[in-house]
């Protein structure tokens, strides 16, 4: 009987090929980066290393269509959004990817599926895996775009949901400075997680308010 490394090791092998030709060269390197990446992460946090590792592999499967055909895929799918698809475009391949990749691997468990449908848009209660995939999407060595050395450097020396938030800023901050749309949840991710700063450092915010207010 296989344990639980030779599991994900197995689907591992048969993924790869598969995505090499779902997915332009980039966009494969990108996902094998994430992976490496997430595995890391995994190990210093001590989670599953091979779920991580699939996970960030998976997490792009439907990065290669355009709008329209995203758009298609989640009516074909059945797939609830409740805000207008047209808008962000760019962030369905992650529902639609974690809903293709649950139909061509059924034995994967849902926690794996969970974490690529969460990896654009986030969510109130990330779990761990979640929030490695969220991150390592962002800092995987191939990435370029903006200042992530502090969120690379942060990694293993601050908990998973700090580590979060701060990607989160960054994320958000990205999307304004482009003028980009951003999902109707997101505000309530960023203060779900600002929340849980707060009431785990109540000094740290009555200092924030004392300057805001100019009081001494």
Known sequence: ??????????????????????????????????????????????????????????????????????FKRVVDFGIEVGWRIEDMGSI?????????????FPELSSDIIQAIARHTTGA??????????YVADMIEPLRSQGNLTPLRVAVGKIPLDELFLKSFEVSMRHLIKRHRFIHPESLEVWNAYVAKERSKNPAKVELETRRFSGSQ
Do not use: C
């Open 1 to 70: 009987m296989k344990d639980k490394q030779e599991f994900y090791e197995d689907i591992y092998k048969r993924a790869r090929p598969m995505l090499e030709s779902r997915l332009s060269e980039y966009r494969l390197l990108h996902s094998i980066s994430v992976s490496n990446t997430a595995a890391m992460m995994a190990k210093r946090y001590n989670i599953d290393v091979g779920k991580a590792r699939l996970a960030g592999l998976l997490h792009d499967w439907d990065k290669n269509y355009n709008d329209e055909q995203l």
């Open 92 to 104: 369905l391949h992650a529902l639609t990817g974690a809903e293709a990749v649950k139909r061509e």
């Open 124 to 133: 109130v209660n990330m779990s761990e895996l979640d929030i490695i995939i």
